[in-house]
């Protein structure tokens, strides 16, 4: 992974380049890093904040030829728990909030992006986004995110080497991505679900109505597992949660 590595100084987005060159059939692993995206974008259309050098934001190109297309999330899964453990290396225990935020006390320190290409049940390719906040200090997050967002360099005081950063990450993801290629979902599920936020605890839920529920883990396809007094299990694909 990242044997062929392609770096901008500024981008659009990394995503963007990703998608082209993946039609050009740039080989699985290639990896798109930028010191600065002046579009960089987030899940559900959100914009992603990317200023200059102050953090990560890549995208890697996955060709998974034994995996369906209805079980391409779990991927996203499979990043999650490899940023988890690139973050231990690094000094810092961060928990993954569902579906697939790093977060650390409150505050989201990293986000992914997953988005796939595929034709007749057949993947053609994947592409994972990955932004890090690593060095930002508070005052250089826009004014309206300070109180959601955090950077590595503020949960533990230090700066950071970005490559050195990058190599630790790349190692991980190299790493669960091979564990999962060949031991299946497994055992990445349980890796997620011990760093999970708030796993046994009651949530605020907010569907058609708003309810108490216990986050119990997360189903195959990476759907929330929640259950009532009772006992009884639902899958949740998209709600309102209140952490
Ligand atoms: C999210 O939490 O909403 C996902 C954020 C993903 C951001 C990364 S930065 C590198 C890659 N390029 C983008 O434009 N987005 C992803």
């Known amino acids: 992974l990242g044997k062929n590595l392609i770096h901008r100084k500024s981008i659009d987005s990394t995503q963007f380049l990703g998608h082209d060159l993946a039609r050009e059939d740039a080989p699985h692993g290639t990896v798109i890093i930028a010191d ?12 992603w904040h990317s200023e200059d050098k102050h953090g990560l934001w890549f ?3 996955l060709r998974p030829t034994s995996l369906e297309p209805k079980d391409a999330t779990q991927l996203t899964l499979v990043a999650a728990v490899a940023l988890v453990e690139a973050f231990r290396q ?12 790093v ?8 986000g992914i992006l997953t988005e796939m290409q595929a034709e007749q049940d057949q993947i053609e390719y994947i592409l994972l986004g990955i932004g890090m906040n690593i060095n930002q200090d508070q005052d250089q997050f826009p004014e309206d995110l300070r109180e959601k967002v955090t ?11 970005l490559t050195q950063v990058f190599h630790e990450v790349a190692q991980r993801l190299e790493e669960k ?15 997620w679900e011990q ?18 529920a216990k986050f119990v883990g997360i189903q195959h396809d990476g759907a929330l597992l929640i259950e009532d007094e009772l006992g009884r299990q ?5 709600a309102e949660i209140y952490w």
């Open 36 to 47: 600065h995206q002046t579009k960089g974008r987030g899940r559900l259309k959100r914009s």
């Open 59 to 61: 995208t890697v190109i």
């Open 90 to 101: 690094l000094g810092l225990e961060v928990k993954i909030k569902w579906p697939n935020d």
């Open 103 to 110: 977060f650390s006390r409150r505050l989201k320190l990293t």
């Open 151 to 161: 950077s590595l360099k503020i949960e533990t005081g230090k700066s950071y080497d």
């Open 177 to 191: 991505y091979d564990t999962f290629i060949e031991e299946g979902f497994e055992p990445i599920k349980k890796e």
């Open 195 to 212: 760093h999970a936020y708030r796993l046994n605890e009651w949530l605020t839920i907010k569907t058609k109505e708003t309810f108490q």
């Open 234 to 238: 639902t899958a949740l694909y998209s």
